[in-house]
Each structure stands twice: as structure tokens, then as C-alpha cells.
């Protein structure tokens, strides 16, 4: 039926329905109904999940399941009392259960380690040192499978991961066998619009109230700003765009066919202008003839495109573009096209005014202008990306584990970084990592099957007494499609959304509807496919009861884990803020909850983790608390200052230096304390067991060895463990760093040297901490020869930040003969430690002469011109100070810094 008016073909008898397809009775009243509850479950599930964190946390997935199998069960209903048969699940069921299949696969006892096959690993000859944990015990025969031994990298995220594919494949058939009259198509997409125009409203709100967090506060871990519900803006962006293009197709469905002008036919063929006037009559009529719901469909596009473009996501903004674009192009006609570039452009500037009326358009185009060097911004993106796709040499086929990309790709890892990734950032790169090429051929056939069946749509002709029902609307469904598979194409290569169960679940329930008006042709159009079963056949009923069966076995462990995320996270906000007594006092409540937890899922890393530092943090207290003057509490300032210095490594080594400068009295009583504490707080022992159980989890091998050395404790078989870090976390810089400490505490300098080469391979972070700590073992002389920088610019960096006397002087001299070498052909970076090096070591009329030579070759060097300014301010020459400063403006007019420090300079002169 189309808006305003009803089909004149209604009744006609090829209507053929979904249940017709299969041959069945035509479906009762009851039958009805129960297919609508099936399908407002299936909307109200759909809808709740943005709002759980845009379903990133475990709540979201046990909404996905619970609301999958409830829909599921009304369905099969409906078929029962109408006595209906199912057809074979549609095909997209089959590639999403196909992921599911994967997973499985990865779990099966029978498949090898995932570590046993990490060959192309950066240090893979570092693996034999991974402990070898007992699965069985002697009271216990039995063994039981770790996840150390699982095909998996992290078989806890993995079962997740299944499930949440198995829901989606659920709700994907029960969206094509129960959606079959236009009104359920129309209050379905409805629904589904109102729900994102709601939240966007929202979110814009939240974002003009600067620091407020209410959407996601009950549940957000990060000090992040979020964007609505949403913790990652792009997460936001890319859920917006599919419903987005659901909206445009709503618009579509509402607004019909396009009237008739008056305009007729002659007998040459129409020219350009006649086109032209012709696609302007029909906007004037249709502009004159909007109703209500018209209107609002249009704002809602509107305003979805801007809630798009307020998250500032260049991806999610270029995507939203090309989302219009599509939606035109999809009609492979020119003058249709041409009517739809028309309001599409008129969208853009409604949206454009919307920004600019809330202020929001100077933020947009300055994330735009990035785009004129995406690459300089996303390289340490790209470097990380080409390090994981490195797995596929060891897991081509299945990958490394679904859930599992931030445990499985820190082995492969050869550069360092500033933060742990724990998602690719790219859904194209971390479905290759997780499921393989299998996995990836899944993932792009069920985006390119949803492509075939919207250009079938589109492109199907059918006689104008055959247009009604779902059919009729099956060009507005399959533009909405495309835009979808569109927009979400482009947005995957910058970001991790579609594997949400927000998104996910939304793009699973429209490609129910495209499947559902794609059964909906009349029959006299296309003859059935051979292997669809005919009515009586049971194989429909088989594989339905199958797929709620294997979304039910799913529903305990996924309760579970919802249950323990409120002890994570306000384990995780605990230990990430600054340090109050009054904070720390809910240490021992968390614990208890996280101990409880771990024996629901004791293969949860997460969860390991914390416990870990939350029994260390309580042994800190204590500790402090004991050493602190009696009668005394610390509290604000100083017990930060107290808590910093004794982290596990600190206190490890501070428990070393006691030992060489205290008596054995005295020493053997702070040693009795912390065994004693150690005892009641056993984190050190569950971080070993936790090293054993989860070896790619990260931390877990250096907090052992550091609690082990506290209490005087540390073998030699946990200091062999110890280089296993160096084949686990090879880019983890500050992991290194410290195994070096412990190494050297433990008496294996040659060990340490190895850790802290391979730190300062990855990262400069820590040459400066390494240096001054190589002095408990080695000479200036020895520890320079082994750790001082190879390259001219990063040894006068060094040598600025020394605080030690005798290693400044010696990387003083050696960047003195490295400039030797390095002054036939400086670097940019090289020309600008020149300057620091003469302005340090010789004089500031020579390092200014450096400078205006360098100057007069490269003007365009803002670093140089920066140090000549601040050089001449120095010497008292304010005049030609603030020349410079002019000349810095001039290169970067967009800086604050010329204009501050010329003020200043300015009042200076005038005091």
C-alpha cells in the first residue's frame, strides 16, 4: 500500500506471499498477530542496544540473545497455528552462521594452540620459555583444557563472539519469514528512525553540555568524552549511517511514485531543457503536495546526517556523502537520477544550516581539511595494521581467535606505541586476523549478496497490476540497502562498529526485510528455485528449532558475564583515578566480587587482570600503612607519592636496595612484613597462575617476577619465564624495560641487556631510564657503549635529558664524532639538534649563525625559527625577536604561538 491511498491490486491472486512461496495455507488472523509481536520484539531489541553503551558491553549481547530467541519462538508460533511450513533459512543467515562456524571451529579441543603457531612471530625462538603449565594436578588426572592451549588466542571472547553471530542469523530469519504486509515494512522502519533520531537528539545535547557523560555513564570506563551512548564517535557514526539509509528508503516508501506532471510525449525525443522543466514540475508538485509524515521523513534524514557529522568522523562523514550519492545512482537512470540529486542536494544544506546554527560547522571542516593528508595522522595505524596482517602467515585460513585481536596480534608486533590496541580500527583488517581468509570471504559475500539482491530489486520490471504489497516497495528497500552496504564499506576501513551488536543487529534485521520483499515477488514474475522446499517438507522446522537451540546454550555464560561487568568496571575506575583513602576503602568488596567472578569465567583475561591489581593495591595500602609513622595516616599528596614509588618493580627494587644498606635485623623485618602481606594478599601467585593460563595477556609474567623478588623468592625457572615477554609483547616498551630491571636485581645482566635492546628498538620512551639504571652494574663508559643512541638527533635529545653528569658528557662526545658523519647530508631533525648543540656546547652567536644558514636553504623550518627567536629574546634582541616571530606568522598564520609571545615581548619593551 502507498501512502495515500490504497493499491488497486491488492486482492489479485499472484500476490504470493512468503507462505504461499512454500505452497502452505494462507496465514490466520492469530498468525498475523503473533508475526507482528515477533516483529516488534525483534525492533525493541534492535533499539535497546544502542542505548547499552551502543552495545559494546556484555548487557548489549544478552539484550542481542534473549530478544533474538523471544522473536524466534513467536514466529515458529505463528507457523504452528496456521499450520505453515518454513522455508530453507535465507542465504545471509548461512554466511552470518557461517562466522559462528569458524568460532566453533577455533574452540574444538582437537585443533592446535594458537601460540604453537605463531612461526612468523617477531622473536618467535623466544617462545620455548613460555611456562608450562600443568592442566592436570595429581589429585586430578583429568586434564582440562587452558587457554594457552586453545586454538583461540582468547577463548572467552571467542564463545562471545558466536553467540552474537548466531543472534543475528536468528533475527535475520525471523525478519524474512514474519515481515509480509507493507504496514508492518512501514511501522518497522519507523520505529527504527524514531529510535536514532531520539538518541542523536540526545547526543547532540550531551555534546553542547561540555563534560557531561549521562547516556553512557553508567557503564563507560574511559575519561573519554563519548558521543551519546556511544564511547568511540566513529562507533556512533557508523550505526547512525545504517539507519540513515533506512531512513531514506522510509522516505521513499512514503512519499511513492512520482506524479504524473501533465508533461506528454512527443514524437522526436525529449531535449535536455524539456527534461530539465519536466523535473522541475514534478518538485514543484511534489513540494505542494507533502504531508506530514513526508516532512518528517525528510528531517529525520537531516537530521541523522547531521548527528553523522557531528561526531566528526571524517569516515563517517564522507560515508554519509557517498550514502546520497548512492541512493541517485542506484536508479540507473539519468532523469531519475537527476530527481533525486535534487533533494538529496537540498538535504546537505539543511544540514549544513543545522551546523551552523549549533555551531558545530568550523569543527567539521577542520576535520575535513585532514583529509588532505590522511596519511601522516593514520601512520601509526597503518604500521600497526601491517604488523598484525603478519598472522595470516600462520593463520590463513581460520585466524587467531574471533574476539581475540588484542592478544593474538601483540606477538607480530615490531614497532611501538603509546597505547595497546585493542580492536584493528579497521573491520577488514580484524576479520582477516580473527577468522582468515575464510572468515573474510564470509564477511564480503554477505555485504556483496545484500548488493545483488538490492540491484535485483531495483532492476526488477513488473506489470502495474502486480505491484502491490512488499513488492511495491522493493525499489525504496533495495536503495536503502545499497546506501547501507555503501556507507558501511567505507566506514569499515577506519573503524571497528559493524562488529557491535548495535550495528550489527541493525544490518541483520534490514537485510531480513530485503530478504522478506525479495520472496514477496508475485509468482507469476519468477518461478521458484528448485531447492526451495514445498509446503509439508519438516527441514524448515529442523533448522529453525536448531538455531534457537544453539542461541539458547549461549544465554547462561552470557549472563554470567554481565553479571561480573559492574565489578569491572568499578574496578577499572578505581584503579585508573588519582589515589584516596576514601577510594581505596572499596578494595576489599571488589575483590571479593572479582574472586567470585573469576570462578564463574576463569578463562576471562579482563577479569584476571584486575584481581591481580586489585589484590596488589590492597597489599600497597597495607604496606603503607605499616611503614607510615606510627599514629599517622597518609592521605592526599602523600600517599599518591607513596603509592607511585612502590608499584610492584618499585617495590621490588626498593626491597633489594634495603637489603644491601640495611642490617640483616632490620631487613629481615621489613622482609617478614611483606611475606606476611604477600600471604594475606597473594597477587604475585595469581599473577603467575594467570602468566600460565593466558601467556599473551599482557603484565602478568613481570607482576609475578616483581612480588617474587619482594619476598626473596625469585628462581631461576620464573627468571627463564621471564624472557618468554620478549616473544609475547615484542613492542611492549615499558614491559621490557622492566624485565631488564628485574633481570638485573635477579643477577642476569647479559638478560637484561637483551630486554632493554629490544626496548629501545621499538621505542626512545625509556634510553634515559635505561641509562641511568644500567649504572648499578655497568661503568658510564660500559653503559653508553651498550645503550647510547646510534643517530646524531636522538643523542643530543639524550643528552638534553640527562640528568646523570657523567652520561651527558659522554653523549656529548659521542654525538661530536657522529656529527662528523651526519654533516655531509643533515636531516631536518639533525639541522635542529645542531642548533641545541651549539646553543649548549659552544655559544649562542654560533648556534644563531647555524640557524640563518639553515634558514636562508629551508625558510619553512617553524622549529628553527622558534629557537632563533627565543635565542635573540635571550641575548635582549626584542626587536629582532619579534621580527622573527613575524616571519614564524607569516609560515603559520593558524598558530597562537607568534601572537602570545610577540605580547610579551611587546610588554617587555614597554616596562
Known amino acids: 500500500m502507498r501512502f495515500g491511498g490504497q493499491s488497486k491490486s491488492r486482492d489479485r491472486p499472484f500476490s504470493a506471499r512468503p507462505a504461499e512461496i512454500s505452497g502452505a495455507e494462507s496465514p490466520s488472523q492469530l498468525s498475523l498477530i503473533l508475526d507482528s509481536c515477533s516483529l516488534l520484539v525483534v525492533v525493541a531489541t534492535v533499539c535497546i542496544l544502542p542505548w547499552l553503551l551502543g552495545g559494546a558491553i556484555p548487557k548489549a549481547r544478552l539484550v542481542l540473545q534473549v530478544g533474538s530467541i523471544a522473536a524466534a519462538v513467536l514466529t515458529m508460533l505463528a507457523r504452528l497455528v496456521s499450520r505453515r511450513s518454513f522455508a530453507v533459512p535465507p542465504l545471509g543467515s548461512w554466511l552470518l552462521l557461517g562466522m559462528a562456524a569458524i568460532g566453533i571451529v577455533q574452540l574444538q579441543p582437537w585443533m592446535p594452540s594458537a601460540i604453537s603457531l605463531m612461526n612468523h612471530a617477531v622473536h618467535p625462538e623466544f617462545r620455548e620459555h613460555l611456562p608450562h603449565s600443568l592442566s592436570a594436578s595429581a589429585n586430578s588426572p583429568v586434564t582440562t583444557r587452558i587457554p594457552a592451549d586453545s586454538r583461540s588466542a582468547a577463548p572467552a571472547m571467542t564463545r562471545l563472539h558466536i553467540a552474537q553471530w548466531i543472534a543475528v542469523a536468528v533475527l535475520l530469519c525471523v525478519v524474512a519469514d514474519s515481515l509480509s504486509r507493507p504496514d508492518q515494512l512501514m511501522w518497522m522502519l519507523g520505529l527504527m528512525c524514531a529510535n536514532a533520531s531520539l538518541l542523536t537528539i540526545l547526543s547532540l545535547q550531551q555534546l553542547f553540555n561540555t563534560g557531561s557523560r549521562g547516556l553512557s555513564e553508567p557503564w563507560i570506563i574511559s575519561k573519554t568524552l563519548p558521543f551519546g551512548s556511544f564511547v568511540n564517535p566513529n562507533n556512533a557514526s557508523g550505526w547512525l549511517l545504517v539507519h ?140 600497526h595494521w601491517s604488523d598484525s596482517l603478519r598472522s595470516l602467515r600462520d593463520f590463513p585460513l581460520l585466524g587467531s581467535g574471533q574476539g581475540a585481536y588484542a592478544w593474538s596480534t601483540l606477538p607480530y608486533q615490531r614497532r611501538g606505541g603509546s597505547h595497546w590496541f585493542m580492536n584493528a580500527d579497521n573491520q577488514y583488517v580484524e576479520i582477516l586476523v580473527e577468522s582468515g581468509l575464510l572468515g573474510f570471504v564470509l564477511f564480503a559475500g554477505f555485504g556483496m549478496l545484500l548488493t545483488v539482491l538490492s540491484v535485483q530489486l531495483i532492476l526488477r520490471k513488473s506489470p502495474s497490476y502486480s505491484d502491490h504489497g512488499l513488492w511495491s516497495h522493493r525499489i525504496a528497500v533495495g536503495m536503502a540497502c545499497m546506501a547501507m552496504v555503501a556507507s558501511q564499506g567505507i566506514v569499515a576501513f577506519f573503524d571497528f562498529g559493524i562488529g557491535l551488536s548495535s550495528t550489527l543487529a541493525a544490518i541483520a534485521v534490514f537485510a531480513g526485510v530485503l530478504t522478506a520483499v525479495s520472496r514477496s515477488r508475485p509468482a507469476n514474475l519468477n518461478s521458484l528455485p528448485p531447492w526451495l522446499p514445498r509446503g509439508g517438507e519438516s527441514i524448515g522446522w529442523v533448522l529453525r528449532l536448531a538455531l534457537v537451540a544453539a542461541a539458547c546454550a549461549s544465554v547462561a555464560e552470557l549472563r554470567q558475564v554481565d553479571q561480573i561487568y559492574p565489578a569491572i568496571v568499578e574496578s577499572s575506575r578505581l584503579l585508573n583515578s588519582p589515589v584516596t583513602r576514601a577510594g581505596l576503602e572499596r578494595l576489599s568488596v571488589l575483590d571479593g566480587q572479582l574472586t567470585a567472578a573469576l570462578k ?79 600471604n594475606e594478599f597473594p597477587w604475585y601467585k595469581i599473577a603467575r597462575d594467570a602468566s600460565r593460563q593466558i601467556p599473551l595477556a599482557p603484565g602478568f609474567a613481570v607482576d609475578a617476577a616483581a612480588g617474587s623478588i619482594c619476598i626473596g623468592k625469585l628462581d631461576d625457572a620464573q627468571l627463564s619465564e621471564l624472557i618468554a615477554v620478549r616473544f609475547a609483547h615484542p613492542a611492549g616498551a615499558r614491559w621490557l624495560y622492566q624485565c631488564g630491571i628485574l633481570c638485573l636485581i635477579g643477577d642476569r645482566p647479559q638478560q637484561a641487556v637483551g630486554f632493554w635492546n629490544q626496548s629501545l628498538e621499538v621505542s626512545e620512551s625509556f634510553r634515559i631510564n635505561i641509562l641511568v639504571d644500567a649504572l648499578r652494574f655497568w661503568t658510564p663508559d660500559q653503559a653508553l657503549a651498550l645503550f647510547a643512541p646510534l643517530e646524531y638527533a636522538a643523542t643530543i635529545r639524550a643528552a638534553l635529558s640527562m640528568s646523570s653528569p657523567e652520561l651527558e658528557e659522554g653523549l656529548w662526545k659521542i654525538a661530536e664524532s657522529q656529527w662528523l658523519t651526519a654533516a655531509r647530508n643533515p636531516t631536518t631533525d639533525q639541522r635542529i639538534q645542531r642548533a641545541n648543540y651549539l646553543l649548549r656546547r659552544e655559544s649562542s652567536e654560533a648556534a644563531l649563525e647555524w640557524i640563518d644558514g639553515c634558514l636562508a636553504k629551508f625558510p619553512e623550518l617553524l622549529a628553527l625559527r622558534q629557537t632563533r627567536a627565543e635565542t635573540l629574546e635571550k641575548l635582549g634582541k626584542l626587536d629582532e625577536a619579534i621580527g622573527e616571530w613575524l616571519r614564524y606568522e607569516h609560515y603559520d598564520s593558524k598558530s597562537k604561538l607568534p601572537a602570545e609571545s610577540m605580547t610579551r615581548l611587546i610588554n617587555s619593551k614597554n616596562k
Do not use: Y
Not at 503536495?289 to 537531516?302: A, G, H, K, P, R
Not at 581539511?369 to 601522516?376: A, E, F, K, Q, Y
Not at 604496606?623 to 610492584?648: F, M
Open 244 to 383: 540513515m539509509a533506512i531512513a531514506i528508503g522510509m522516505v521513499v516508501v512514503v512519499w511513492g511514485k512520482n506524479p504524473s506532471t501533465g508533461w506528454s510525449r512527443s514524437f522526436h525525443r525529449p531535449s535536455w531543457k524539456d527534461q530539465l522543466s519536466e523535473a522541475a514540475a514534478i518538485m514543484r508538485h511534489r513540494i505542494a503536495s507533502l504531508n506530514n509524515i513526508q516532512i518528517v521523513s525528510v528531517l529525520t534524514v537531516v537530521l541523522l546526517l547531521t548527528g553523522v557529522a557531528a561526531t566528526l568522523s571524517r569516515a563517517g562523514i564522507v560515508a554519509g556523502v557517498c550514502c546520497l550519492v548512492v541512493c541517485a545512482a542506484s536508479r540507473l537512470q539519468w532523469r531519475k537520477s537527476l530527481l533525486l540529486l535534487v533533494p538529496f542536494s537540498i538535504l546537505l544544506i539543511s544540514v549544513s544550516i543545522f551546523l551552523t546554527v549549533f555551531e558545530l560547522d568550523t569543527l567539521v571542516l577542520a576535520e575535513l581539511r585532514t583529509l588532505n593528508d590522511p596519511v601522516s595522522e593514520s601512520t601509526s595505524r597503518l604500521l
Open 600 to 678: 564463574r569465567c576463569p578463562d576471562n583475561p579482563t577479569v584476571r587482570d584486575l584481581q591481580v591489581n586489585v589484590q596488589e593495591a590492597r597489599m600497597r595500602l597495607r604496606l603503607i600503612d605499616a611503614l607510615a609513622p606510627q599514629g599517622s595516616s597518609l592521605d592526599g599528596t602523600l600517599l599518591q607519592s607513596a603509592w607511585t614509588q612502590l608499584t610492584p618493580v618499585g617495590m621490588a627494587d626498593r626491597v633489594v636496595m634495603l637489603k644491601k644498606n640495611l642490617d640483616p635485623a632490620s631487613f629481615n623485618g621489613i622482609q617478614s612484613l611483606v611475606s606476611t602481606l604477600s
